[in-house]
């Protein structure tokens, strides 16, 4: 058989080595010489650097003495093209960062895989319309250890550490839930009394992440599931002020957390006046920042204590909180999502070209949160009015007569029955 054919059945094996560089080679089948040694110099050079994927392809990819074109080679899904060389070369190199030309990428316990594929696709030359070289993929993966660098070599101080890039990388997944009032379990029915406390627990999934902190920087009640529709009324305000607790009610942040990635806060249950519903929906607005960064004015969570007429935070110092009175904390609408990771990760993400969409923040709706009127309460249970009064009292008269004609019957025919004579047959002796 043929070199190419034999290179087409073939497997590709890429080893990592803890000093930066993985080594492509193919494992050829052949299917009548078994002793064909393996080419003197691997077709597919591939090194793994720390924000770099350094691939060099052997213009002899298979090994046949033909020479491919370099405009034949692409990488990755995207078809990222070769640097530009010189035809006298015989190397075909690309250099792409880690996350550019659609790679993959995985999480595993040990290590971060970085997956992509060296494609081969022949195009005719010139007028021709033949082909003399076969399509091929050839697979890459990059191995990097998660708990100790790749190399042995110095870490320059913009070098992005591969968690905060995965962070980037991958989408979070973000809830908001109404729990029972032990805050073991999710509640049951959405029902309230009026004047009950609703609580709400906020929490970001994080799963291979590094570890986040979230913060709910808003929160608004409609009688609708559109947050923008009125009437409405705010719950959380100005990055992370609850300001719900200014009012009559006792509404306030859980503290401490139970965990970084987790908010609880209570609401007292309430009603629209001038409404009929009864019910509401509370929509949040939710985000995150790495959790070794310090609270300030844009990530924080206040609650308004009233015995001392104070805002206290969740965590960080009082002086995060001073902004709730006057209600400028940051820039209108401004919210600084994952500052901290923003700010080391400068540089990598000038480098990457097409990055995919990071989910740091989302909005969330709960609802309808349903309230039933409380107890004894002449306002929620409504007046009678003379009508229903009325009708009520013959009901009643009704049933009255009714049972009292039933009690004569009864004691009318037991009076019949015992004024009857009895005649019990009797033998006489002869």
């Known amino acids: 058989m043929g070199a190419a054919m034999g290179l087409s059945c073939g497997v590709f094996i890429c080893f990592l080595l803890l000093g930066g560089t993985e080594l492509c080679y193919s494992q050829t089948i052949w299917s009548g010489e078994t002793n064909s040694p393996l080419p003197s110099r691997p077709p597919v050079v591939v090194e793994c650097l720390e924000a770099q994927l350094v691939v060099a392809v052997s213009k002899d990819l298979f090994g046949t003495g033909k020479l491919v074109r370099p405009a034949d080679l692409t990488l990755g899904p995207e ?11 015989d190397v075909v190199r690309f250099e792409v960062g880690l996350h550019e030309c659609g790679n993959g990428v995985q999480v595993t316990d040990s290590a971060l895989v970085y997956t992509t594929f060296l494609l081969h696709s022949p195009r005719p030359a010139g007028n021709l319309s033949i082909l003399r070289t076969n399509r091929a993929e050839i697979p890459i993966e990059c191995h990097y250890p998660r708990h100790r660098n790749v190399s042995s070599q110095a870490i320059l ?18 809830s908001l839930r109404l729990m029972e009032e032990d805050w073991g379990s999710e509640k049951r029915s959405p029902t309230f009394q009026l004047g009950d406390v609703a609580h709400l627990q906020a929490e970001v999934h994080t799963g291979s992440h590094v570890p986040l902190r979230l913060f709910v920087d808003h929160c608004v009640a409609t009688l609708t599931p559109d947050r923008s529709a009125s009437p409405h009324h705010t719950i959380v305000d100005f990055h992370g002020c609850l300001v719900d607790g200014l009012s009559d ?7 401490p957390r139970p965990r970084p990635e987790t908010l609880q806060f209570t609401v007292d249950m309430f009603h629209f006046a001038n409404d009929s519903r009864n019910m509401i929906y509370i929509t949040c ?7 070794d960064g310090v609270p300030d004015q844009l990530n924080k969570a206040c609650s ?20 709730c009175n006057k209600g400028s904390c940051g820039l209108p609408g401004h919210s600084r999502r994952l500052s901290h990771l923003e700010r080391r990760g400068r540089k990598s993400a000038s480098q990457t070209r097409n990055r995919r969409h990071v989910t740091e923040e989302a909005e969330i709706t709960v609802g309808p949160l349903i309230f039933l009127g409380k107890a004894g309460d002449p306002g929620a249970e409504g007046s009678t009015s003379p009508y229903a009064s009325v009708m009520l009292g013959l009901g009643l008269a009704m049933v009255l007569s009714l049972t009292l004609a039933t009690l004569v019957l009864v004691l009318a025919q037991r009076r019949s029955a015992a004024s009857r004579s009895v005649i019990c047959p009797v033998s006489v002796p002869q």
Do not use: Y
Request: proline share 6%.
């Open 79 to 89: 078809n990222c093209e070769p640097l530009v060389s010189a035809d006298t070369e």
């Open 157 to 174: 101080p913009t070098w992005v550490p591969f968690r905060t890039t995965m962070l980037s990388e991958e989408k979070l997944v973000f």
């Open 249 to 255: 009610a006792s509404s306030s942040f859980k503290e």
């Open 285 to 291: 607005h939710l985000k995150v920042t790495l959790a």
């Open 304 to 323: 308004f204590i009233k015995s001392s007429r104070r805002w206290s935070p969740v965590e960080g110092t009082a002086d995060i909180c001073r902004c």
